[in-house]
T-cell receptor
């Protein structure tokens, strides 16, 4: 099992550019999520999905889009990059669904470090 | 609202000394509580978790945590710290249909 994989590891964008951060998992997990990590702020939830075709907003969704067409993949799209989106982005997955969303271990990818100039 | 608080941003200990990292939670019911570790440049890895039963939970790498309902705490401990334990530690809480929330993290610095 590769677990949770993320690409790219590093990315530099100019303000206004768009891009997609890729996330894939091979554990057949229904729940997937995206976090951003900023110094002193911990992990903040951007978007999450409880299964293919179902997504919802987290704490800081503005400026980001997601879709979930398959169980394995959960890409995060930056529509028009801004310097405030400079951060480290983590994708995570777990077996939790519905009534067990908050009970299961989350498995994290290695992260994507994004810089927006 | 459900929340998790880690009061210490940084903790510095000497190698071989004992360690306690604090975590306080605010949940209506008995929460599911987790500790994760993030080594430099890496993603988060589960150290241990608690959801019922024995309030002292053993984890990987020699870590343990104790759930204290009366103090709304779930502190992480290790009797003797190794230099390789230097990392960022996150407490998280969840339960039922509540999406897990993370504390802001505590950075552990280990002096030789």
């Amino acid at each position: 099992n590769a677990g949770v994989t993320q690409t790219p590891k590093f990315q530099v964008l100019k303000t206004g550019q768009s891009m997609t951060l890729q996330c894939a998992q091979d554990m057949n997990h229904e729940y997937m999520s995206w976090y951003r990590q900023d110094p002193g702020m911990g992990l903040r939830l951007i978007h999450y999905s409880v299964g293919a075709g179902i997504t919802d907003q987290g704490e800081v969704p503005n400026g980001y889009n997601v879709s979930r067409s398959t169980t394995e993949d959960f890409p995060l799209r930056l529509l028009s990059a801004a310097p405030s989106q400079t951060s480290v982005y983590f994708c995570a997955s777990s077996t939790g669904t519905g009534a067990s969303l908050g009970t299961d271990t989350q498995y994290f990818g290695p992260g994507t470090r994004l810089t927006v100039l | 609202a459900q929340s998790v608080t880690q009061p210490d941003i940084h903790i510095t200990v000497s190698e071989g000394a004992s360690l306690e990292l604090r975590c306080n939670y605010s949940y209506g019911a008995t929460p599911y509580l987790f500790w994760y570790v993030q080594s430099p440049g890496q993603g988060l890895q589960l150290l241990l978790k608690y959801f019922s039963g024995d309030t002292l939970v053993q984890g990987i790498k020699g870590f343990e945590a104790e759930f204290k309902r009366s103090q709304s705490s779930f502190n992480l401990r290790k009797p003797s710290v190794h230099w390789s334990d230097a990392a960022e530690y996150f407490c998280a809480g969840g339960g039922g249909s509540y999406i897990p929330t993370f504390g802001r993290g505590t950075s552990l610095i280990v002096h030789p």
